[in-house]
């Protein structure tokens, strides 16, 4: 563990569900997350597991006891089933990685 002071992210949740939606829906959700550190937080980079998902953070540093947001975004396009998608968040806390899930059920299009 790095010596001196170190942010801290602690988010309200880090799984969501969004239930079962219909194939070629775009949906969202924005997890919140404080810093409970004691410096400000830096987040460097937030990757997708896949294309289908895309992630936007905040890009300026959040000082201590301040709150921010993640919005992690799924498209649904050429997706039935069952859905889980992880975004990685790499930040200059410790450990570095922190991971949020979005789960949903995907209902298949009719090829009509």
């Known amino acids: 563990k790095p010596e001196g002071p170190l942010p801290s992210v602690q988010f309200a949740e880090d799984n969501f569900d969004f239930g079962t939606i219909n194939e070629g829906d775009v949906v969202d959700h924005v997890f919140k997350f404080t810093n409970t550190g004691t410096a400000p937080l830096i987040i460097s980079s937030a990757t997708a597991s896949c294309g289908c998902t895309v992630p936007v953070w905040p890009r300026d540093p959040i000082a201590v006891g301040e ?6 975004q799924f498209n649904s396009r050429n997706k039935p089933g069952i859905q889980n998608k ?13 991971r949020l899930r979005i789960k949903a059920n995907v209902t298949k299009k009719d090829p009509a």
């Open 67 to 72: 709150e921010g947001e993640i919005k992690v």
């Open 86 to 98: 992880t975004v990685t968040i790499t930040a200059n806390t410790y450990p570095k990685v922190s």
